[in-house]
């Protein structure tokens, strides 16, 4: 970042939020999209030191480990895909939650960016009811232009909404 911000989940998950409300939710994709690649520094834990262990200052090494992408900010993205009807961006986003949320209840005592996450990332009421709110709206989208085109298309948004519906039950 040329301003000299510290790149973390927090900015861009702020940077994506302003692009999506100034319609450049394309631009937000993309830079949601960098955040997979991003790497960030993180002190090294090597299990030595202690008091006494070495009075000469060692240098601090680091290593570079991917950047940890929480909930809030994948809802973020969900939230402006929906704004502008890209369901189907949406509910592959929805799905690749869900895989994160799966590979972490697999594993136990996860470290993400050599910080433990005081939450797991799990698909929290908000990421449901954005998605659950964004096919109800399509459906009825679909009502309105209903010149019979779209009847298997909006069928569809009606299981899906129906399923999504059950899994928070």
């Known amino acids: 970042f040329r301003s000299g911000l510290?790149?973390?989940?927090?900015?861009?998950?702020?940077?994506?939020?302003?692009?999506?409300?100034?319609?450049?939710?394309?631009?937000?994709?993309?830079?949601?999209?960098?955040?997979?690649?991003?790497?960030?520094?993180v002190l090294k834990e090597d299990g030595q030191g202690g008091e006494g262990a070495n009075d000469?200052?060692?240098?601090?090494?680091?290593?570079?480990?991917?950047?940890?992408?929480?909930?809030?900010?994948?809802?973020?993205?969900?939230?402006?895909?929906?704004?502008?009807?890209?369901?189907?961006?949406?509910?592959?986003?929805?799905d690749e939650m869900g895989k994160v949320e799966a590979q972490e209840l697999s594993l136990s005592?996860?470290?993400?960016?050599?910080?433990?996450q005081s939450r797991p990332f799990i698909r929290d009421v908000k990421a449901y009811t954005v998605l659950l709110s964004c096919l109800v709206q399509q459906t009825h989208r679909f009502q309105e232009d209903d010149d019979g085109t779209n009847d298997s298309r909006r069928i569809v948004l009606k299981e899906q909404a129906s399923q999504l519906s059950n899994d928070v039950d």
């Open 56 to 94: 000469e200052i060692e240098e601090q090494q680091y290593d570079n480990v991917p950047m940890y992408i929480d909930v809030v900010a994948y809802t973020t993205m969900l939230q402006g895909l929906c704004n502008v009807g890209q369901v189907d961006r949406a509910l592959e986003l929805f």
């Open 109 to 116: 005592n996860i470290k993400k960016s050599g910080v433990q």
């Open 6 to 41: 510290e790149r973390d989940v927090q900015v861009y998950t702020q940077l994506i939020r302003s692009l999506c409300r100034a319609g450049r939710v394309d631009d937000a994709w993309m830079m949601f999209q960098s955040m997979k690649e991003e790497r960030v520094a």
